[in-house]
C-alpha cells in the first residue's frame, strides 16, 4: 500500500499564554481527505491547536506544514484552508447566494462563472433556488449549510470546523452530522472539527485527538478509542466506563489470571494486553460488556448487591455495588433482558464478561 499523503503536519507545537501552556508538545499528521477530530472539554487547547492551523495565533514553538509548505509566515488569507465557526457568521445584509459567494469577488471572476459556483454550491447544500431568501429566513440548520457552502466555494485544501454544531437543538444536531459527513464524502477535502462533543466526533471521524490540558492524549479511529483507550483519562472521556482495581495473580500460557478487588473473584484475560505488567494495575469495562445474573453462572463471577435500576428506553441501566460494597459497577443491558426476570433491589447478583472485556489502564 502506497503511503498516504500528509495533508496537515503539526511538529511539536507548544503556546504559551503568559506563564499559562495551552499547547503542549503537539506533534502528528492529519492526512488527505480525512475527516480527523479533536475532541476534549473546555480549556483542553482544541480550539487554540485550530486557530494554529488557521493562522489567527502563532505557535511558541513549532511548525505548521499544509500540503508539504511551511505556514508559519503565511497569514491567515493566505493558507489554503477555510474556518466554519459556530455562530456561523452569515452577514444579515445580504442574500442566501451573495453569503455564499462573497469570497468570490476577491478572485476576479466574471459573473457568469460566479453564478455558476453558486448554483453548484446551493446544490451541494440541498437549498437550490434559495439564492435569493435572506439570512432571516433560514431555519439554523439552513444557515449553518450556507455557511459550510460560503467556506467551500472558494476550494480550500483543508476545511476547518470549529464547534459549528454546537448552537443548533438535539435532533437538528443529529441530522446535520449526518449531512456533514456524507458533504465532506461528496467534496473529498481535508475536514477537522474542534468539538467537546464526544458522540459527534466519534460519528463523523475517521480518527479522533483526545485532548486534556494542552496534551494529545491519544489519536485513533473512534473503534479504536472506544475498544483500547491508551489511559484511564481517555476511557473516562470516551462513552461510559467502569473502573475496577485488580491484581495479576499469574498467568496460564496466553491468559493472565486477574483477581478484581472488592469482589474477590478472580477472572481471566489475554496476558499480551498487560504489557509486561504485575501487580495491582487499573482496569475498566464497558458496562454494555457486562452481564447480569440471578444466579451464579461460574465460579468466576462477580458477586453483589443490585441497588438501583433505571429504565431509559431501549437500555436499561443497573446499578450494583461489589461484595464488600466500597465500589459500584453499571450494567447497561436491553430492555429485552427484563423478559427473563430481573431480581429486586437489595438482591444479591452476579456480574459475568467476555474474557476479551477487560481493558488494563496506564495512570494517566
Excluded at 500528509?6 to 503568559?18: A, D, E, H, Q, Y
Excluded at 503537539?26 to 480549556?43: K, M, P, Q, V, Y
Excluded at 448552537?167 to 461528496?186: N, P
Excluded at 475517521?206 to 494529545?216: N, Y
Aim: proline share 5%.
Amino acid at each position: 500500500m502506497s503511503e498516504r499523503h500528509v495533508m496537515i503536519r503539526l511538529s511539536n507545537i507548544s503556546k504559551r499564554f503568559g506563564l499559562f501552556r495551552a499547547i503542549e508538545h503537539a506533534d502528528f499528521d492529519i492526512f488527505r481527505g480525512e475527516f480527523f477530530s479533536i475532541l476534549g472539554a473546555s480549556g483542553s487547547g482544541k480550539t487554540t491547536l485550530l486557530r494554529i492551523m488557521a493562522g489567527f495565533e502563532a505557535a511558541s514553538e513549532g511548525t505548521v506544514h499544509i500540503d508539504g509548505a511551511p505556514m508559519d509566515a503565511v497569514p491567515p488569507h493566505q493558507r489554503p484552508v477555510n474556518m466554519v465557526f459556530q455562530n456561523y457568521a452569515i452577514f444579515p445584509h445580504l442574500n442566501v447566494a451573495d453569503n455564499i459567494g462573497f469570497g468570490l469577488r476577491k478572485l476576479g471572476l466574471g459573473r457568469a462563472e460566479r453564478q455558476r459556483r453558486i448554483d453548484e454550491m446551493l446544490e451541494l447544500i440541498a437549498l437550490p433556488g434559495y439564492g435569493a431568501r435572506r439570512s432571516d429566513q433560514l431555519s439554523g440548520g439552513q444557515r449553518q449549510r450556507v455557511a459550510l457552502a460560503r467556506a467551500l466555494i472558494l476550494r480550500p485544501k483543508v476545511l476547518l470546523l470549529d464547534e459549528p454544531l454546537g448552537a443548533l437543538d438535539k435532533q437538528l444536531r443529529a441530522q446535520m452530522q449526518t449531512e456533514l459527513r456524507a458533504l465532506q464524502r461528496t467534496v473529498g477535502i481535508t475536514f477537522v472539527l474542534v468539538t467537546h462533543d464526544q458522540e459527534e466526533a466519534m460519528a463523523l471521524s475517521d480518527r479522533v485527538a483526545v485532548m486534556d490540558e494542552g496534551r494529545v492524549m491519544q489519536i485513533d479511529t473512534p473503534a479504536g478509542l472506544y475498544e483500547r483507550p491508551g489511559s484511564r483519562k481517555v476511557a473516562g472521556f470516551i462513552g461510559s466506563m467502569n473502573f475496577l482495581r485488580g491484581v495479576v495473580l499469574g498467568r496460564d500460557g496466553a491468559m493472565a489470571r486477574v483477581q478484581i478487588a472488592g469482589g474477590g473473584a478472580v477472572c481471566r484475560m489475554p496476558a499480551d494486553r498487560l504489557n509486561g505488567a504485575h501487580g495491582d494495575l487499573d482496569l475498566a469495562i464497558r458496562p454494555e460488556k457486562i452481564a447480569l445474573h440471578a444466579r451464579a453462572p461460574g465460579p468466576d463471577a462477580l458477586a453483589g448487591v443490585l441497588r438501583d435500576r433505571v429504565f431509559l428506553g431501549e437500555r436499561v441501566h443497573y446499578t450494583v455495588a461489589l461484595g464488600d460494597g466500597g465500589e459500584t459497577v453499571i450494567v447497561s443491558a436491553p430492555n429485552t433482558a427484563e423478559a427473563d426476570g430481573v431480581p429486586q433491589t437489595g438482591s444479591t447478583v452476579w456480574l459475568s464478561w467476555p474474557e476479551t472485556a477487560l481493558m488494563p489502564l496506564s495512570d494517566t
